[in-house]
């Protein structure tokens, strides 16, 4: 294989844990992670701050757009970081008020065409292992490797209200959680696509370390590129 930047694509619904392992194989690999739901996210903080139109029915992709020029993508230790107004704005993008309305954000074309051109060119000078909707399909379509993760709604739902939570939750909580992904699932189905050469990964059952070993093990097969480390850091 010729020596060139390596491009690892994860794809995934909501929650199937696509950016947190993306993050450990990166890391793994000596690549840098590229997230590129973050942006989508930063976007639709700053369209939230923009409060002449409060809303989000009302939101358009020119707003939005003009939203998103506050927004600056930068590498950072091992990853890239979306930046508002030159600040990191990591608490705005996992607010309750970021989560409910990301999928409308990131179902407009336009905004779908800036969030790939700024990932692209996050890819442009380095190894990288990119997580988010449509990478492995519209985005890196030539990616040397292409993981698909999917999860059990009901698993993905308690996973992701430990993380939100930090800690154990009710059942009706799960519940509640497992029926917003659902939904969730239903808007995102277009831009949530296999591709045709992803290889599956069902998680439901996976410990997260597994879920990373495994994707390094593919990764080293089709790069012959040797980890940066013998064990995965916490």
């Given at each position: 294989m010729t020596e060139r930047n390596v491009v690892i694509a994860i794809d995934g619904p909501a929650a199937s844990g696509k950016s947190s392992t993306a993050q450990w194989v990166a890391?793994?690999?000596g690549f840098h992670h590229v997230d590129s739901g973050s942006l989508y996210r930063a976007a639709t903080a700053a369209q939230l701050e923009q409060r002449d139109?409060?809303?989000?029915?009302?939101?358009?992709?020119?707003m939005v757009l003009q939203?998103?020029?506050?927004?600056?993508f930068v590498p950072a230790e091992g990853t890239f970081s979306p930046l508002l107004d030159g600040a990191p704005c990591d608490?705005?993008?996992?607010?309750?008020?970021?989560?409910?309305?990301?999928?409308?954000?990131?179902?407009?074309p336009r905004v779908r065409?800036?969030?790939?051109?700024?990932?692209?060119?996050?890819?442009g000078a380095r190894?990288?292992?990119?997580?988010?909707?449509?990478?492995?399909?519209v985005v890196f379509p030539n990616a040397d490797l292409k993981v698909f993760l999917v999860a059990d709604p009901w698993e993905r739902a308690r996973r992701r209200l430990i993380q939100r939570l930090d800690r154990h939750p009710t059942e009706?909580?799960?519940?509640?959680e497992t029926d917003a992904l659902v939904h969730r699932d239903a808007k995102d189905a277009t831009q949530t696509v296999q591709a045709?050469?992803?290889?599956?990964?069902?998680?439901t059952y996976l410990t997260q370390e597994e879920q990373v070993e495994r994707i390094v093990a593919l990764a080293k097969a089709v790069t012959r590129r040797p980890d940066k480390t013998s064990a995965v850091d916490g």
């Open positions: 890391r793994r690999l139109v409060v809303d989000p029915e009302q939101w358009t992709e020119e939203s998103a020029n506050r927004i600056t608490a705005a993008l996992r607010s309750i008020e970021v989560t409910k309305q990301v999928s409308r954000v990131a179902q407009m065409n800036w969030v790939n051109e700024l990932v692209r060119l996050s890819a190894d990288v292992v990119v997580d988010g909707r449509d990478i492995g399909t009706d909580e799960i519940a509640a045709t050469d992803a290889i599956l990964i069902d998680t």
